[in-house]
Every structure is written in structure tokens, then in C-alpha cells.
Nanobody
Framework: QVQLVESGGGLVQPGGSLRLSCAAS????????MYWFRQPPGKQREWVAF???????KYVESVKGRFTISRDNTKNTLYLQMNNLKPEDTAVYYC?????WGQGTQVTVSS
């Protein structure tokens, strides 16, 4: 049974940083293309970043230069390092691969 569990969200001031984690079980992240999505309050879920098996990454324009997606194969965990956070980054963040989604972790950027 595949399980993805996100953690690391919280309340942070504008300009601050957070690192989200997505711990996987029942699946090897090293052989999967992995995604981070987010859903701002009252809005649709949107794609944020992806990382393929070759290490290629891509980001939505609004987070380029601020967010970094990475993976630790030894821990079977996906990460999203988020720097210089802005209020518009406030959302529930989800990791995803194939048809599998985590439960999400809340990120709130506010002073």
C-alpha cells in the first residue's frame, strides 16, 4: 500500500523559510517522477514543482529562484525547500506521484 506523508508546514513571516518533507512507503521515489502541488484558500490546486528520475526539475514561474525540490533516496523522502516566502505562498501543499497523493501540510505566510 502506497502512502505519502507530508510534514514541515507551519506559520512563517514573509521572507522566512520552510522545508517540507514527503515521506513515502510502499513505493520507491527514486524511480518515480515526483510533484509538489499546492491549493491556496478558495482556489484550485496548482502544480508547483516536479523532479524526474534523471534529476531534472521544473518550477512554476511564481516560485522560481525561491523553491527547490529534491529527493533523498536513502530516506525515500521528497523535499521542498521554500525560501523568501510570500503571503501568496499560503496554501496546503501536497506531494504526488502517479495516482498517489499525500494528505497535505498547511503553510501560512503572514506577519
Amino acid at each position: 500500500q502506497v502512502q505519502l506523508v507530508e510534514s514541515g508546514g507551519g506559520l512563517v513571516q514573509p521572507g522566512g523559510s520552510l522545508r517540507l518533507s514527503c515521506a513515502a512507503s510502499g513505493i520507491m521515489l527514486s524511480i518515480r517522477t515526483m510533484y509538489w502541488f499546492r491549493q491556496p484558500p478558495g482556489k484550485q490546486r496548482e502544480w508547483v514543482a516536479f523532479l524526474n528520475t534523471s534529476g531534472y526539475t521544473k518550477y512554476v514561474e511564481s516560485v522560481k529562484g525561491r523553491f527547490t525540490i529534491s529527493r533523498d533516496n536513502t530516506k525515500n523522502t521528497l523535499y521542498l525547500q521554500m525560501n523568501n516566502l510570500k503571503p501568496e505562498d499560503t496554501a496546503v501543499y501536497y506531494c504526488q506521484t502517479g495516482s498517489n497523493w499525500g494528505q497535505g501540510t498547511q503553510v501560512t505566510v503572514s506577519s
